[in-house]
């Protein structure tokens, strides 16, 4: 009798539930999240092969590309058939898929809504497990002049220097501010103090010319703006 193979290896499928080929024959959207990450692992383990396994991590995310995208490279390696080798292998293409994100956002130079600014700023904040607070420096156009981290903080907060988003503001000449910062907890209401900050940028920069038009909190899939919820 022929022994068992060591592991599930891609290439000792039956054609049909090989995803190389699937993808070359009926294209990549025709592949599930798990065959794609499958084809960048190759093969699974003694029980299972790459589709079942990569299934069984997605499954311990919820099925969610971003929570997998945040699980650091000893959490994948917890997985039987997960080596070093492996878990690089997935934690570069997911982050590849974020920069590419990031580099779409970055075409959106104009704000036009409040949606439009969440495009901006989610591929920067969204998946962070800590608070920072940004400002978009507009032109009169509603074009970004520039994005600038103000502030990194813990979990629980971020200070913010209204003297030093105004002298920025001067410096690259800008006519308009939007504040964005993340909520890490994922929740969408605006403490008090996310009220006060806004309210006391909003005060510094009327002295100025100097418009805040809003202000968002932005989490993984969703965002809140001030403007739109009347509260600016």
């Known amino acids: 009798m022929s022994e068992k193979p060591t592991s599930f290896s891609i290439k000792n499928w039956s054609q049909d539930d090989q995803p190389r080929e699937k993808l070359r024959d009926k294209g990549k959207a025709s592949l599930s999240d798990a065959e794609l990450i499958a084809i960048l692992i190759g093969s699974g383990n003694r029980e299972e092969s790459a589709v079942a396994l990569c299934k069984r991590i997605f499954a311990s995310v919820d099925n969610n590309l971003n929570a997998l995208g945040k699980l650091s ?3 994948l390696m917890e997985f039987k058939g997960i080596g070093e080798a492996k878990a690089i ?27 439009s600014v969440f495009d ?13 607070f940004w400002i978009l420096y507009l032109n009169n156009s509603n074009k970004v002049i520039q994005k600038n981290q103000l502030s990194k ?11 030093l988003v105004l002298k920025n503001a001067l410096e690259v000449g ?5 504040l964005c910062h993340n909520h890490p907890s994922g929740t969408l209401k605006p403490s008090q103090a ?4 806004t309210k006391k940028l909003k005060g510094a920069a009327q002295s100025l010319d100097i418009s805040v038009l809003d202000h968002l909190i932005i989490t993984q899939n969703a965002y ?8 600016m």
């Not at 903080?153 to 003297?163: E, F, S, Y």
């Not at 800008?174 to 939007?178: F, K, N, P, T």
């Not at 809140?224 to 509260?231: L, R, T, V, W």
């Open 89 to 115: 292998s997935i934690v570069a293409a997911l982050e590849l898929g974020r920069r590419r994100r990031l580099e779409d956002a970055l075409q959106l130079d104009k704000i036009t809504s409040s949606r």
């Open 224 to 231: 809140y703006s001030f403007a739109d919820e009347n509260i």
């Open 120 to 132: 901006v700023m989610q591929p920067i904040l969204g998946d962070l497990p800590h608070e920072e």
């Open 194 to 197: 996310d009220k006060d900050i």
């Open 73 to 75: 490279l000893s959490q």
């Open 153 to 163: 903080g813990g979990i629980t907060g971020t200070l913010v220097d209204v003297r």
């Open 174 to 178: 800008a006519v308009a501010l939007i």
